[in-house]
């Protein structure tokens, strides 16, 4: 008998090139697909989300952890991307522990270089003008850069020996201590990690050195007023006006009201002595005694009542005298002068709720 030749199944080499070419361009693709992720994860959460996010690391996180929180907390996209980043770069144990600051609108890189040198990247912290001692505390608490009452504690017992333009007075001492008035409204950039109260409070006072105390040296002296007398009235402004075109005007009708030793009537000013500045003022606030009752007691409050900005500083300075000894915002939005208290009358008829 004859054996039986097995038959021998010959793969053509064409189909096998075929094969390893799909199998090359799926593999090309899933790269170029991973690649793209990877990139898309690295970017912003959400580029136009600048509000930080207090983030705390604690120690002994691991990397991982740390994407996950990050995650969680809506600034990053992807906690395996933030991993495989931290991993590339050789940051798996560089990572701080700490309390940070951080955006939505920050890259991955931006993040892992915050956490890698312990501090978050510059906070913008914006002081508006009429805001006062307590406003800013809140927003420096809400910010995440102080425990709540900490500002407004150090308004009270810092030293502050080294600002000579600050008014002494016990009366001063009730609500935002000799610094009311004197803190300079403006953006500036902190370092949340490293943020003080007591700097920051430092900063504010030698900005409004810079800008008003040397800056407006000449126009203090030419007015033939204090400069807390300045301060004081450009408080009162800040809280009575709307408009940059108002505040001249309405300063001149305090200064004249001022120096005719009328009472100035500004009703903000037994807002803040009560700490009331929405609510509705009642007939027993108007009779509160308190030299900030300025229905009851004649000239300027103690002290400033909110941190003026520029504008109302400078038409403290230049105020523009007119024909008008009243003036009201009425329910129509607009300003509305008098020159008799009959005409006042009639505008309040007419304009007021």
């Known amino acids: ?22 199998l090359l361009i799926i ?16 970017r912003p959460a959400d580029s136009s989300d600048t509000v930080r996010r207090a983030v705390e690391i604690r120690s002994g996180l691991s990397v991982r952890d740390i994407g996950s929180l990050l995650q969680q ?49 510059e906070v913008s912290v914006t002081i508006p003008e009429g805001f006062t001692v307590k406003d800013i505390d809140t927003l ?16 009270q017992t810092c030293d502050l020996s080294g600002f000579e333009f600050l008014p002494i007075g016990a009366a001063l001492a009730k609500r935002g201590g000799r610094v009311e008035g004197y ?26 050195r810079k800008r008003v105390v040397t ?27 709307k408009t940059v075109d108002e505040r001249p005007v309405v300063a001149g009708i305090l200064w004249k009201r001022f120096e005719a ?7 903000a000013t037994i807002r803040y002595v009560l700490d009331k500045p929405t609510e509705a003022i009642t007939a027993k606030d108007l009779d509160v005694d308190s030299p900030y009752n300025l229905r009851k007691y004649r000239g300027l409050p103690p002290g400033p009542i909110a941190n003026a900005g520029l504008a109302s500083i ?12 009243y003036y009201l915002h009425g329910k129509d939005a607009m300003i509305h002068y008098a020159e008799t208290n009959d005409e006042h009358n009639r505008n309040k008829a007419l304009y007021l709720p």
């Open 73 to 121: 907390k809506s600034i990053i996209r992807s906690p395996l991307a933030f991993s495989l980043y931290a991993r590339f770069h050789g940051s798996q144990n560089a990572l701080q522990a700490g309390d940070f600051s951080l955006q939505p609108s920050m890259t991955v890189p931006q993040i892992m270089d915050a956490l890698r040198k312990g501090y978050s990247e």
């Open 215 to 241: 800056g407006l040296a000449p126009d203090v002296a030419a007015s033939k007023r204090s400069l807390h007398e300045i301060v004081t009235m450009a408080s009162l402004i800040e809280e009575e006006t």
């Open 140 to 155: 420096l608490t809400k910010k995440g850069l102080i425990k709540e009452g900490e500002f407004a504690l150090c308004a």
């Open 261 to 267: 030793k009328q009472g100035l009537g500004v009703d």
């Open 314 to 325: 400078t038409a403290a300075l230049h105020p523009i005298d007119s024909k008008y000894w």
């Open 183 to 208: 803190l300079f409204p403006d953006t500036y950039s902190v370092f949340s990690q490293k943020f003080r109260a007591e700097d920051f409070l430092k900063r504010l006072l030698e900005t409004f």
């Open 27 to 42: 593999l090309a693709i899933i790269l170029i697909g991973a690649v793209a992720w990877y990139q898309f994860s690295l």
């Open 1 to 22: 008998m004859h054996a039986r030749k097995l038959s021998t199944f010959h793969f053509p080499l064409s189909v096998y090139h075929h094969c390893v070419k799909k």
